[in-house]
């Protein structure tokens, strides 16, 4: 079958076709503009080619509930003309099929536990170190969804002795991991973006103490069987193993199991096996579920 697959950001949205099985056929991007601007582009890419069904895999926050009447709609953001968008029902109004809608995170989880790193776990994560953070969970077979979906990005984290001064990067929490530990909170901090600061030993030991941090508390909390960790963040090659050195001291020994030493940590904590596509084909997968949800 033909499908498409949106995974919405906040600098760009990628379009693609692909089939049931994860297969991606073609792909455009389209830069993110105000809706009425760069939607009537992502409707005209799909016009016309046969689509059975769309998966819309989106920045949040944004309404999962069904049985809401916001369901599908974008819901508090600072993106200019985004607040209140029903994102969803444009697609559905304009192409006619069926439409798959969730978090660009959970789309991610989504695809890497249908053909990637986490395939075949019945609990898993999607953690993103980008400008923001972001969380996807998997648990007990489904995608995470309750009053919200999970905005796991914004739990609150203990200081560091060293980084009390900083005001944090979120204008919401100051002590939340995105305030402390995302893109924007490295260049508030330190005045220079990531990139540029590969050889600051100093840097990216302040940044593995808030992810191990984090991660612990997700630990603690999802049961995961699989971490999966990206971002741009995520791109320095010391951070994973600093990332999973400071989880197993925040952990202290608590859990006895092989995916918690040095050893087992390396394929606990990971990084995604599809590469920079698992939210578009995860994309895929929303798009599937929904139409055999609608057609049963």
């Known amino acids: ?68 009447p916001l369901y599908g709609h974008i819901l508090k953001t600072p993106k200019p003309g985004w607040e209140g968008y029903d994102f ?21 989880i989504l695809g890497e536990v249908t053909w990637g790193a986490a395939k075949g776990c019945s609990s898993a994560i999607y953690i993103t170190v980008g400008t923001g953070i972001g969380v996807g969970v998997y648990v007990n077979g489904g995608l995470l969804h309750g009053l919200m979906h ?3 990005g914004h739990i609150l984290l203990a200081r560091h002795p060293d980084d009390t001064a900083f005001a944090g990067g979120c204008p919401f929490h100051r002590n939340c991991a995105e305030g402390l ?25 302040l940044e593995s103490y808030y992810l191990g941090q984090a991660i612990a508390d997700y630990i ?12 741009g963040v995520m791109h320095q090659p010391q951070m994973f193993d600093l990332v999973r050195e400071k989880t197993l001291e925040f952990l202290s ?11 087992g940590m390396k394929d606990y904590i990971t990084a995604p096996a599809l590469g920079d596509n698992p939210g578009i084909m995860g994309a895929l997968k929303l798009a599937a579920m929904q139409l055999a949800q609608e057609e049963n």
């Open 1 to 68: 079958m033909l499908l498409g697959g949106i995974e919405a950001g906040g600098t760009k949205m990628v379009c693609a076709l692909g089939d049931e099985n994860g297969n991606l056929k073609e792909r455009v991007s389209i830069p993110t503009r105000e809706p009425e601007k760069c939607v009537p582009e992502m409707i005209d890419y799909f016009r016309g080619r046969g689509i059975q069904a769309l998966g819309l895999a989106t920045f949040g926050p944004a309404d999962l509930n069904k049985n809401s």
């Open 220 to 231: 603690c909390t999802y049961s995961p069987e699989k971490i999966i960790l990206w971002g």
């Open 181 to 205: 530990a995302a893109g924007r909170a490295i260049e508030l901090r330190w005045g220079q973006k990531g990139a540029a600061l590969s050889d600051r030993k100093e840097v990216w030991e």
């Open 88 to 108: 969803a029902g444009a697609f559905r109004k304009e192409l006619g099929v069926p439409v798959g809608f969730d978090t660009d995170v959970n789309g991610a």
């Open 253 to 263: 020994g608590y859990f006895t199991q092989k995916q918690f030493t040095p050893e």
């Open 150 to 152: 999970p905005e796991a």
